[in-house]
């Protein structure tokens, strides 16, 4: 199944965001002393926790606990629901109040809680913006990337009933008007959360927007999702971290909130909600604890490897799927759910090793796309035809006589080359290549 | 010194002159070059198709054809580093610009007066690690290097990419064509990289795309 390229607006929209976020990285990281010190410690931190992820959880679980959290363990997407929706009856929930969670969109839950009549109202702008459209987020840090001005200003101005000027400024101020409401009604608020410290019992949330700061201390109750391979030892692991995650994903030293949560409001304290339920999610997580792919778990979501891949850049976010997009996506998405259920993401790459390069945690994102095209073929879920080919031309090729029988037979055939397979694939927008009169064998 | 010299498939079979233009350049360095002729190709389309077993088979005739004792040289990043880092058997593999600047090699100044752009292909790059090799040897030929907007951005080949990702792989190349059109000749070490970019050149009238052993050896012009 081959991507498409976006349409022209759509395209011109993603190739300027995607080219902000990865030139304000390069530059953040041109500013650190020694940043290529500072990956390999993050990975370091990051595999520490994935290699013993169980001890991690269970100290993690206990702080919590211990600071008048609750935790709710999920294996799978449906469980998780129904963990959230059941905490949301529980308190006789009418309205839900989001921060961005990409966890959320992945295990389905704003329609899961809809369906069961509460309202689900989204509160980061560019999430907004996508509940508005009937869209699904296209980049895991800039959902609405492929949103022009003019497109939100539609948008609002359908909410508001009035006009709505497409400047930023406007735009943003129409955006917290029709969300005040919001905060001020919500009985609970959902968010995501970008790490869990085990020492303390904290999560950490990275927000630029403050949405997350009136979700998480207005409502009655806080549900965080969290996937369960987010934890982190140590406070000082999570400062080593959030030294990479802002700077490899917008380019900032830091982002305009990280908010340290731990546990729900004490005596004495004016606010944070009266219940902290962080949910578990492992939602095949387990299934990446084998060999190579465990280092996957370490993507702390900064979006880096999506703004310099130039796949993601032509095809958008929605090409992969409603949820993981880009290098993290292909990589991620097929081990989640199945090679079976998504045997064309390991391909959606051309291999040039941008993303690998770009990861602060140091993931070799397209060394797993070539373990995952390995195992298509080690599963048997490519066609039969393909693996006939390369099972043919590796026999001929790998003697040199029908090498030289095959390539003098491939010359006389050539001009039949563009009529079918990935000749005429290829032919269809390029020139087939000459085939040399004379080899290079013969003439050497 | 002694090397030997890997055509590659691409190079035997649809840049020739290439080769022999990579052959010439190692020999005016003072090499001896060698032609091991039960070489066919490294097996990388296999390899990286998922398909294991087929790149086994290509890289047990690669070892049935060339010394491990002996250097390769190659006129493909690529290439190269399919040999340095995917087989079973420990080679000193080195693309082609990269080893002749490790000798102190002094090509002859064929591009006077030319203005010329480098793609940095993409394994090459950040597989191999080389980048300046190329340019300096580019600039010791008289060539005065356009920089790119984006030289390391992939010209969309990507092997069995440019068939299974059609419309993405030609988007890429009028990208990295139009990136060069300000120079006189885009130049790529790499066969995969310029057998993509020629072929949607000739389609769209874009830059000129030349390989660096010939820009090297007899010019860009």
């Known amino acids: ?444 | 010194m002694r090397v030997q010299l890997f055509a590659t498939c691409l190079g035997d079979l649809v840049f020739p002159e290439a080769v022999e233009d990579a052959a010439a350049l190692l020999r005016a360095a003072g090499c001896d070059v060698e032609f091991p002729r039960g070489q066919t190709c490294c097996g990388q389309p296999a390899f990286n198709a998922g398909h294991r077993r087929a790149a086994e088979r290509l890289a047990h005739a690669f070892a049935r054809a060339f010394s491990p004792d002996l250097p390769i040289v190659c006129p493909s990043g690529s290439c190269a580093s399919m040999v340095a880092h995917r087989m079973p058997v420990r080679y000193e593999v080195w693309e082609l610009s990269a080893f002749l600047d490790s000798i102190g090699a002094e090509p002859l100044a064929r591009n006077d007066g030319l203005r010329l752009a480098y793609h940095s292909s993409c394994h090459l790059l950040r597989e191999l690690g080389v980048d300046e090799a190329p340019r300096r040897l580019l600039a010791r030929t008289g060539a005065e290097l356009v920089p790119l907007a984006r030289p390391d951005l992939c010209c969309g080949f990507g092997g069995t990419f440019s068939v299974r990702q059609p419309e993405l792989s030609v988007a890429m190349a009028d990208d990295k064509l139009a990136d060069g059109g300000r120079s006189d000749a885009l130049v790529t070490a790499d066969p995969g990289c310029l057998m993509h970019l020629q072929a949607r050149a000739a389609r769209t009238g874009a830059a000129r795309v030349v390989h660096l052993a010939t820009a090297l050896a007899r010019g860009a012009a």
Request: net charge neutral.
């Open chain 1, 1 to 444: 199944m081959s991507f498409p390229v976006l349409d022209e607006h759509r395209l011109a929209a993603t190739d300027a965001a995607t080219l902000r976020l990865l030139t304000g990285r390069e530059e953040a990281w041109a500013q650190l002393d020694d940043i290529e010190d500072l990956r390999e410690r993050a990975h370091t931190i990051r595999m520490t926790a994935i290699d013993d992820l169980d001890a991690h959880l269970d100290r993690f679980v206990a702080a919590l606990e211990a600071a008048g959290g609750r935790a709710h363990r999920c294996a799978t997407a449906e469980e998780a629901r129904a963990t959230v929706l059941r905490i949301c009856v529980d308190n006789g929930a009418k309205l839900a109040a989001k921060s961005k969670s990409m966890l959320s969109e992945e295990i389905g839950l704003n329609t899961a809680l809809e369906a069961a009549g509460i309202d689900v109202v989204e509160t980061d702008l560019g999430e907004y913006i996508l509940q508005l459209a009937g869209d699904h987020p296209v980049h895991i840090i800039a959902p609405a990337i492929e949103k022009t001005a003019d497109d939100v200003a539609a948008l609002l101005s359908a909410v508001d009933g009035a006009p709505v000027e497409p400047r930023l400024e406007a735009l943003a101020q129409a955006a917290r008007r029709q969300l005040r409401r919001v905060f001020e009604q919500a009985d609970v608020g959902v968010t995501g959360a970008n790490f869990a410290v085990c020492e303390t019992g904290s999560i950490c949330l990275v927000t630029n927007e403050g949405n997350g700061g009136l979700v998480t201390a207005l409502p009655r109750v806080h549900v965080a999702l969290l996937g369960i391979e987010r934890v982190v030892p140590t406070l000082d692991d999570l400062s080593v971290l959030l030294q990479l995650l802002a700077r490899s994903g917008t380019g900032q030293t830091l982002t305009t909130y990280t908010r340290l949560l731990t546990g729900p409001r004490r005596k004495g304290e004016d606010d944070g909600p009266e219940e902290l339920h962080v949910v578990l999610v492992d939602n095949g997580r387990s299934n990446l604890r084998r060999g190579r792919y465990r280092e996957m778990l370490a993507c702390i979501r900064c979006g880096a490897c999506l703004n310099v891949c130039p796949v993601y850049r032509k095809a958008g976010g929605g090409a992969y799927g409603p949820v993981y997009s880009g290098p993290m996506g292909a990589v991620l998405v097929p081990l989640l759910r199945g090679l079976e259920r998504e045997p064309h993401l390991p391909h959606a790459s051309s291999l040039c090793g941008a993303c690998t390069a770009a990861c602060p945690v140091k993931i070799p994102l397209h060394e797993l796309l070539l373990d995952l095209r390995r195992d298509l073929v080690g599963e048997g879920i490519v066609s039969r035809s393909e693996r006939l080919a390369f099972t043919l031309w590796s026999l001929l090729w790998s003697r040199p006589a029908l090498y030289r029988l095959s390539t003098a037979l491939g010359r006389l055939g050539r001009p039949l080359g563009a009529l079918a397979g990935p000749g005429r694939t290829w032919a269809a927008g390029r020139a087939l290549p000459p085939l040399a009169r004379r080899r290079y064998r013969d003439r050497a």
